[in-house]
């Protein structure tokens, strides 16, 4: 499967490093014509599109904001034309305690992952509706949106809430053929190295008991993001799919278990032979 982006108009947004960066360098790889590449952060932004081509445009904008998710938009529609696809990346994800928690700080992760989102998602719909693009929108997600964890409540809560916002835009955007799909990164190697003593320890610890037994990559999102973006995905809309290596799913468990799993017959008691 070849997958191409020749004529097509990109937005990006979170683009800075990580994910985001891997993105917008997937999408310079697949050929796309025009990509805008956003985020508050001007430094990681040109580190991003350094030697990456004309085509390739950074914005430094606030997707929480109207102005921003607009201006990000305008970019992409005054520089090539029109809007195709666009790649809501871009989320927060500072951790405290529920019972300590700063009311501000639960404000500014909702404003960037669930305000931002839709912003975005809404700015982007009304170009693409406009340009009579039949676009794709993708939307990001976390598996702590389904399992939460100890000091996530906000942004475990704001991804569950960018879940639920996705099917909506589905259903509403299906009549303008545009569709929206969500991603779900589980444990992704982002970080810079070396690693803070206390953040490498818990890696260490978390990593074994993933099935997969290891971190994803940046690209290994892309990958999947950019066949949502693509005309394969077209009968996929409102779906949210995990990239997380089945950590979703369960624990690894010891080979040795597994064995013994599929050796005993659980439903009438025996060995098998």
Request: charged share 20%.
């Amino acid at each position: 499967m070849d997958i191409r982006f020749e004529g097509k108009t990109v937005i990006v947004t979170g683009a800075a490093r990580g994910v985001g960066r891997a993105l917008v360098h997937a999408f310079v790889a697949a050929g796309a014509s025009g990509i805008v590449a956003a985020d508050r952060d001007e430094a990681g932004l040109h580190e991003t599109c350094a030697g990456q081509g004309d085509h390739v445009v950074p914005v430094a904008a606030d997707i929480s904001t109207v102005e921003g998710a607009k201006a990000i938009v305008a970019t992409a529609v005054e520089r090539f034309g029109g809007l195709d696809v666009c790649v809501n990346n871009a989320a927060v994800a500072p951790t405290a305690a529920l019972l300590e928690y700063d009311v501000k700080v639960w404000d500014t992760v909702y404003a960037v992952n669930a305000r931002g989102t839709f912003l975005m998602t809404q700015a982007a719909a009304k170009a693409m509706i406009k340009g009579d693009r039949k676009g794709r929108i993708v939307n990001f997600s976390s598996g702590s949106a389904k399992k939460g964890g100890a000091g996530a409540a906000a942004y475990a809560s704001s991804r569950a809430a960018t879940e639920s916002f996705s099917r909506v835009a589905a259903i509403e955007l299906a009549p303008y053929g545009i569709l929206v799909n969500t991603v779900s990164p589980g444990l992704i190697d982002t970080q810079p190295k070396p690693l803070p003593p206390s953040m490498a320890a818990g890696l260490a610890a978390r990593v074994p008991t993933l099935p997969l037994a290891r971190a994803g990559e940046p690209e290994e999102v892309a990958n999947v993001v950019l066949f949502l973006a693509s005309e394969y995905s077209g009968y996929m809309t409102g779906s949210v799919v995990d990239v997380d290596g089945a950590a979703g799913v369960g624990n690894r468990a010891p080979k040795e278990i597994v064995d013994d799993d599929i050796r005993y017959d659980w439903v009438t008691g025996k060995e098998r032979s």
